[in-house]
């Protein structure tokens, strides 16, 4: 099974640059999760889609950061214009709601690899 | 407002020796807690998850343990090897059908050989 794909791995931009950063889940994962993790830090939520539906945005910055996921699949991340503290490594995760032990139901989430951005 | 705490922020050991990871969470209404690993330039893996009803779980030299009352959790590790070398970070799922995850800020990991 191929796991949660990003590109790019890496950006590079100056600060008041816009930039875009792409997911594509694990297929048939319904719920998708976008993280923003600064150096030793946690990941931190930003986004989290069912389907093509936003279900959690609270701690996106909606001033600057965007985010879709058409059709229900690829998810798309977007900083305009760019600060100095949005760098960070964004991670995409996806994950599917089935039965576990004892008939309870389990939520895994599987991670990408992330993008490492850059502000200067 | 849920805060995760791991204790210490790093560690290292000599190869082959037993350790134990922290963390406390403030919110004991949690409906799981997951402990992953994450290696540099790479996303995380998830290595246990243990339900609100449970008191632990294993998964060959790891061992995690839940104490929901008293809002803490270890992570202990046999026999470490260097392959074991990473940032671990535990994370907890609130309940009520909210699937947001909170994560403490890890702690790093360094098995010498």
């Known amino acids: 099974e191929a796991g949660v794909a990003q590109s790019p791995r890496y950006k590079i931009i100056e600060k008041r640059q816009s930039v875009a950063f792409w997911c594509n889940p694990i297929?048939?994962?319904?719920?998708l999760y976008w993280y923003q993790q600064i150096l030793g830090q946690g990941p931190k939520l930003l986004i989290q889609f069912q389907n093509n539906g936003v279900v959690d945005d609270s701690q996106l910055p909606k001033d600057r950061f965007s985010a879709e996921r058409l059709k229900g699949v690829d998810s798309t991340l977007k900083i305009q214009p760019a600060k100095l503290e949005d760098s960070a490594v964004y991670l995409c995760?996806?994950?599917?709601?089935?039965?576990?032990?004892?008939?309870?139901?389990?939520?895994?989430?599987?991670f990408g690899p992330g993008t490492r951005l850059l502000v200067l | 407002k849920q805060e995760v705490t791991q204790i210490p922020a790093a560690l290292s050991v000599p190869e082959g020796e037993n350790l134990v990871l922290n963390c406390s969470f403030t919110?004991?209404?949690?409906?799981?807690l997951q402990w992953f690993r994450q290696d540099p330039g790479k996303g995380l893996t998830s290595l246990l998850l243990i339900q609100s009803s449970q008191r632990e779980q294993t998964s060959g030299r790891l061992n995690a343990s839940l104490d929901k009352s008293s809002g803490r959790s270890t992570l202990y590790i046999a026999a470490s090897q260097p392959g074991d070398s990473a940032t671990y970070l535990c994370?907890?799922?609130?309940?009520?059908?909210?699937?947001?995850?909170?994560f403490g800020k890890g702690t790093k990991l360094t098995v010498n050989p």
């Open positions: 297929s048939g994962h319904a719920t």
């Open positions: 919110d004991s209404a949690i409906y799981n």
């Open positions: 994370a907890v799922k609130k309940g009520g059908g909210s699937e947001k995850l909170v």
């Open positions: 995760a996806s994950s599917y709601r089935g039965l576990a032990g004892g008939g309870r139901y389990q939520e895994t989430q599987y």
